[in-house]
């Protein structure tokens, strides 16, 4: 889950934390990054956590479990 970036293909697979949903971009790191937040990935940390949605259904799940947990 989350994320992995392949510096060798240059691209980050983000895979969401509170669904199956999975969706990859090329780029650097930071191209990436600012590719999916375009896209509507939501990222958000908790603690030392990062923690990655695809929507905001998904973070609102995911915020709920924080509180659980």
């Known amino acids: ?8 293909e240059k691209k980050m697979e983000f895979t969401c934390d509170a669904c199956p ?5 090329k780029g ?3 191209k990436c ?3 999916a937040k375009n896209g ?7 603690g030392d956590n990062w923690h990655h949605a695809c ?4 973070l609102e799940k995911l915020k709920a479990s924080f509180e659980y947990n």
């Open 28 to 30: 650097s790191w930071r």
């Open 40 to 46: 509507g990935w939501k990222i958000t940390k908790d």
């Open 33 to 35: 990054i600012n590719q």
């Open 55 to 58: 929507d905001d259904d998904c």
């Open 21 to 25: 949903s999975s969706d990859e971009y």
């Open 1 to 8: 889950m989350g994320t992995r970036y392949i510096k060798q």
